[in-house]
């Protein structure tokens, strides 16, 4: 039997032969191929797990190689396939002529405990053409949302003979396990135990925010820049006094949000596989992720040991929301330009790159000075000009640049606090879901008509780089690829006399103007309108201007 492991390096990770060999010699286990600590004490909960569990422990020398043998192994899921290697060439497990992946962390009772990662592996094993997966009973749920391989339960060492013996009579698992399915004859006198409750399906919606903008009251110029930014996918930059509902806003964004495509709900689902915590994500829905001001580089980039993806890659297809930018710790801000930029980011550890997508939209919030007052009416700023030159200084003007739209919030008028009328949310999600049609079927058009050697030019869409799909193009304005703005975002006549007049008078940059224009296109099409007009190209720079130019924002 070809057994093997799965190594998580970045998002996709790589595949690891499990080989074993026992020979005659003083009795000892040695584990060889760049195994860390936690991977050679596997050796000692092997010996006592396999006793435990009914077998007898080989009294020979045994040698297992983890290959390749170049790849640092890290991690206690290398637990089972050892355990199981050494079983099979001592002859106490059936030897198939299959290929296999097996992943679990042993107890010294021979218990298969869970391990993370357990999706993107699957993932791995059914793209090298492995269709038999035995893996922790806990992670069994997780891993059937993969048709293409079958998944077998594992909650006991001693259950591993059966187990065998049933994929070599050709049979298939039974659908989900339930209680009782299996034996507890299966285990050692004593290991008796209550098979645990079946895990709750990946795609309930725990982690979904039930917050929408039933009971929000802010202006209705603020509601229409929402949905621009939700149906072009275009960051965005909230500034404005404490309590103008800058937060409220970001936090119900989701809820205008369409849904995740299977695709994009099964990367996202890697990511929380990877990181360790699968079961708070939110199934269809973008994942919405908020870290508090102290969060370090490593917890928003990603980093630590092992190696886990940082929030802008469990915000992946969804949106990451920075309240209060300016507290985040300088090189924390500065750090999200790459990712912002490209869709995805790479992290540098001995010599390797390991790469996580973050194909996300960022929205950012600030108060106009460090006490807040600026601008408030009826208020006193007491910051000396300095302070809040220092203060604004933290964003930088290379971040700013990547924010599309910046929204100068006013506190709403207390007439509207109290007013009945309610936004209506459904109104704004079928504004949202026609304009991503639109684009989705402009993009088509795009990409069947484009030749081989032109999309090979343009390289790979951010959006498409970590799935399966062969397209090049994204599905969102925010992200049309420079070689064919001019093609996508065309415009003449009054609307290229005021893009021309809005970039000479702001001075603006060259991504700027690309920014101008995808961001016109999509009010374009959230307006039912197959041209841009100049009154899309103008809202477009009023949206862009703060921060590009302007000393002091409009407080």
């Known amino acids: 039997m070809d057994l093997y492991a799965h190594e998580p390096l970045g998002f996709d990770g790589i595949l690891v032969h499990i080989e074993a060999d026992i020979r005659n010699g003083i009795p000892a286990v040695e584990i060889v191929g760049l195994a860390s600590t936690s991977v050679r004490e596997a050796r000692e909960r092997a010996r006592i797990a396999v006793r435990n569990a009914g077998f007898e422990f080989p009294q020979d020398r045994i040698l297992v190689n983890l290959s390749p043998a170049d790849l640092p192994k890290e991690g206690s899921a290398y637990d089972l396939p050892i355990a199981l290697k050494i079983l099979e060439k001592s002859g106490q497990i059936g030897d198939l002529p299959i290929c296999a992946m097996a992943m679990g962390e042993l107890t010294l009772e021979g218990e298969i405990r869970p391990v993370r990662g357990i999706l993107p592996a699957v993932r791995s ?65 004593g290991q008796e135990k209550q098979i645990p409750p079946r895990s709750p399906s990946l795609w309930l919606d725990l982690n979904e925010s039930r917050e929408t903008y039933s009971d929000f009251r802010g202006d209705e110029r603020l509601m229409r820049a929402l949905v621009i930014a939700a149906a072009g996918g275009h960051n965005m930059f909230l500034a404005g006094p404490p309590g103008a509902g800058k937060t409220m806003a970001a936090r119900r964004f989701p809820s205008i949000l369409p849904d995740l495509s299977e695709q994009e709900a099964l990367d996202t689902a890697s990511i929380y596989s990877l990181w360790g915590s699968l079961w708070t994500c939110s199934g269809r829905r973008p994942p919405f992720r908020a870290p508090h001001h102290s969060a370090s580089m490593e917890g928003i980039l990603g980093g630590a040991k092992p190696l886990r993806p940082g929030e802008v890659s469990l915000a992946h297809h969804g949106v990451l929301f920075l309240d209060e930018c300016p507290e985040f710790r300088r090189d924390v801000l500065q750090g999200l330009r790459e990712p912002v930029e490209r869709g995805y980011v790479d992290i540098v550890r001995a010599g390797r790159v390991l790469r996580f997508p973050s194909d996300f939209q960022l929205i950012m919030a600030a108060n106009p000075c460090p006490c807040g007052n600026l601008g408030m009416r ?48 459904d109104l704004l999600r079928d504004k949202v879901k026609s304009a991503r049609e639109i684009q989705n079927m402009r993009f088509k058009r795009t990409n069947d008509r484009m030749s081989k050697k032109e999309t090979e030019n343009m390289g790979s869409s951010r959006s498409m780089m970590f799935s399966e799909a062969n397209q090049i193009l994204t599905c969102n304005n925010a992200h049309i690829p420079a070689g064919i703005v001019n093609d996508i975002c065309h415009i003449a006549g009054s609307a290229e006399k005021a893009f021309l ?11 700027a103007g690309h920014s101008i224009l995808r961001l016109a296109r999509t009010i374009a099409d959230i307006d039912g309108e197959n041209e841009i007009t100049e009154s899309a190209i103008e809202e477009a720079i009023e949206y862009r201007q703060f921060g590009d130019g302007d000393a002091v924002w409009p407080f």
């Open 501 to 511: 007049s809005g970039m000479a008078n702001y001075s603006l940059s060259a991504r």
């Open 125 to 189: 094993a059914a793209s090298h053409g492995i269709r038999i997966c035995i893996l922790p009973f806990e992670n069994a749920q997780e891993a059937r949302i993969l048709k293409a391989v079958q998944v077998w339960p594992i909650r006991h060492l001693a259950e591993s003979n059966r187990i065998l013996i049933e994929i070599g009579k050709g049979k298939t698992p039974q659908g989900d396990v339930q209680e009782g399915q299996f034996s507890q004859g299966d285990l050692p006198i």
């Open 378 to 425: 009826g208020k006193t700023c007491i910051c000396s000009p300095e302070e809040i030159r220092r203060y604004w200084k933290k964003l930088g003007g290379p971040l700013l640049d990547r924010i599309d739209m910046r929204i100068a919030i006013q506190p709403p008028k207390a007439s509207r606090l109290i007013e009945s009328r309610a936004v209506d949310v």
